[in-house]
Nanobody
Framework: QVQLLESGGGLVQAGGSLRLSCAASGGTSRTYTMTWFRQAPGKEREFVASIFRGNVGRLYYADSVKGRFTISRGNTENTLYLQMSSLEPEDTAVYYC???????????????????WGRGTQVTVSS
């Protein structure tokens, strides 16, 4: 059973930076696709960034965050990071870490493709 726990959220001014962490336990490794999603009030949960499973660990980003956010794994592969820079008020949301050992690439951006979820961490960007 995989368990995910996010941390690192908070309040930051526009233009600032934050680093989110997701601590994974229960056997996550390069055999799992690890992904960040976010959900703003009144909106659907949306894809942010992902590391696809496998030794290559190919990276994928939403267009809205490309060039500003960077996803990475920790050295122990039990931690997932999301480095967020040049933050905008539109980035305000609850950020969730998700994992799947079975999804296929074409379903990467769909929340219903993921088996395991953390509880989320709030990111608020003030203007």
């Amino acid at each position: 059973q995989v368990q995910l726990l996010e941390s690192g959220g908070g309040l930051v001014q526009a233009g600032g930076s934050l680093r989110l962490s997701c601590a994974a336990s229960g056997g996550t490794s390069r055999t799992y696709t690890m992904t960040w999603f976010r959900q703003a009030p009144g909106k659907e949960r949306e894809f942010v960034a992902s590391i696809f499973r496998g030794n290559v660990g190919r990276l994928y980003y939403a267009d809205s965050v490309k060039g500003r956010f960077t996803i990475s794994r920790g050295n122990t592969e039990n931690t997932l990071y999301l480095q967020m820079s040049s933050l905008e008020p539109e980035d305000t949301a609850v950020y969730y870490c998700a994992a799947s050992g079975t999804l296929i690439l074409s379903t990467l951006r769909r929340p219903d493709s993921y088996t395991y979820w953390g509880r989320g961490t709030q990111v608020t960007v003030s203007s």
